[in-house]
């Protein structure tokens, strides 16, 4: 409870928040009920890609992230790049207001310090770095909670990233690699956690009986990617994808011909083509394709999976939170870091190579140690709650040391 004579704290979340990454609007959905379990009296609002979703599915206040509606759109014409390098200047001056205003700003896990993915620095780079260096200026506590970092090649991009974590008052990562990547960086990580990434604190769906040994083989969830390669892969990203969806559509295709039922599942709103693309090969009713919107769902659909296939990271997280054994076709090392952390370390299959056959193969070797490994995932799973409890007791020591206090003391009273 707040005292009649006391300012509320007020708590801003920041990122590419509700811009249709499940994986990233899982992160925010994390925090918030860590917020709302631990810190009711928090004023919480955003500063996000896609305010209206965020507001509409999580009932709090946003603010669009960048001044120009076309910041993530390729700038060509005169008229273009002219409005986006003025939205660069406003951006500054109106994150600073927005930082300004709060007492605490949270990143909320999201990989938000790697360029796993093709990225510029005068993106999502610069708005971290203006979040970050504003909230020194102000004196308000920016918490970076969770995140995936990696080693990065383009020299500003690797600048702004290094000064982003510099600046922040608070830093904690998804996986060792992150903090590794950070420090080789330059970053002093000393005081550096590493927890599990912050999906894991959502709530679990009841996951399905697995078939018997008599049962019909069940479902398989195949979860697709627009991949492209990453940050260096440019010159050959064409390439990289045609490679990807062969492969990918080979393997659907294999699992049809063997009677099983195939779902497609994505994790953001740019994998619709990829989907497209495999239901027309394979013209089967055996393959369906999931409309998810959330992690949530995603982890239903998973749930009452016999096996999962997945590339994105967040698709391999649902998939693993919710016991179901799962193939990585992993596109970065945090996916084979991830993997490993889950006892699945040996099921895991380069997305820049996919290979159908040898794809087949490990699937069908996953599936003959299903209860094996169901077991195993249902102990790692206790563990990475366990461990993100201690992350959200060291998250409210640090920026909410008043209520820290009072948290502990009202324990002590308690008989």
């Given at each position: 409870m707040t005292s009649a004579d006391e300012t509320p704290v007020r708590v801003g979340v920041f990122g590419l928040l509700g811009s249709g990454n499940l994986g990233n609007d899982g992160s925010l959905e994390a925090v918030l009920g860590y917020l709302r379990a631990e810190h009711p009296e928090a004023v919480v609002d955003a500063l996000c890609g896609g305010p209206e979703v965020v507001t509409a599915r999580y009932g709090i206040p946003a603010t669009r992230l960048h001044w120009?509606?076309?910041?993530?759109?390729?700038?060509?014409?005169?008229?273009?790049?002219?409005?986006?390098?003025?939205?660069?200047?406003?951006?500054?001056?109106?994150?600073?207001?927005?930082?300004?205003?709060?007492?605490?700003?949270?990143?909320?896990?999201?990989?938000?310090?790697e360029a796993t993915l093709p990225l510029r620095p005068w993106g999502f780079p610069y708005s971290l770095f203006l979040l970050c260096a504003t909230g020194r200026l102000f004196g308000?506590?920016?918490?970076?909670?969770?995140?995936?970092?990696?080693?990065?090649?383009?020299?500003?991009?690797?600048?702004?990233?290094?000064?982003?974590?510099r600046l922040a008052a608070y830093r904690s990562y998804r996986d060792a690699l992150s903090r590794d990547a950070m420090r080789a960086m330059g970053v002093d990580t000393a005081r550096d956690e590493v927890y599990p990434d912050l999906a894991f604190a959502l709530p679990t769906p009841r996951a399905s009986a697995p078939s018997g040994p008599s049962a019909p083989p069940g479902p398989v969830c195949v979860g697709v990617m627009d991949f492209h390669g990453g940050n260096d892969d440019r010159a050959r990203a064409e390439e990289i994808?045609?490679?990807?969806?062969?492969?990918?559509?080979?393997?659907?295709?294999?699992?049809?011909?063997?009677?099983?039922?195939?779902?497609?599942?994505?994790?953001?709103?740019?994998?619709?083509?990829?989907?497209?693309?495999?239901?027309?090969?394979?013209?089967s009713p055996l393959v369906t394709a999931a409309e998810a919107a959330s992690l949530a769902d995603l982890m239903k659909e998973m749930a009452a999976a016999d096996t999962v296939v997945a590339t994105r990271y967040h698709n391999l997280i649902c998939a693993l939170k919710v016991g179901t054994p799962t193939l990585a076709l992993s596109y970065a090392a945090k996916s084979d870091a991830l993997m490993n952390r889950m006892g699945l370390d040996a099921y895991c299959h380069p997305a820049r190579e996919t290979d159908a056959d040898r794809l087949l193969e490990q699937f069908r070797a996953l599936e003959q140690r299903s209860a094996e490994l169901r077991?195993?995932?249902?102990?790692?799973?206790?563990?990475?709650?366990?461990?993100?409890?201690?992350?959200?007791?060291?998250?409210?020591?640090?920026?909410?040391?008043?209520?820290?206090?009072?948290?502990?003391?009202?324990r002590q009273e308690t008989p």
């Open positions: 120009y509606r076309g910041e993530y759109r390729t700038a060509s014409r005169a008229g273009s790049i002219a409005a986006k390098g003025l939205g660069k200047l406003v951006d500054a001056v109106r994150t600073a207001a927005w930082v300004r205003r709060h007492d605490v700003v949270i990143v909320p896990g999201m990989g938000v310090l308000t506590r920016v918490a970076l909670v969770g995140v995936g970092a990696a080693p990065i090649g383009n020299r500003p991009t690797r600048a702004l990233v290094r000064w982003s974590a994808h045609r490679r990807y969806l062969d492969g990918t559509t080979r393997f659907v295709r294999a699992l049809v011909e063997d009677g099983r039922p195939v779902r497609l599942l994505t994790g953001d709103e740019c994998d619709a083509p990829v989907v497209a693309a495999i239901l027309d090969a394979v013209d077991r195993t995932l249902a102990e790692r799973n206790q563990a990475a709650a366990r461990q993100l409890d201690d992350q959200f007791t060291a998250l409210t020591t640090a920026l909410f040391p008043a209520t820290d206090h009072a948290h502990a003391h009202a």
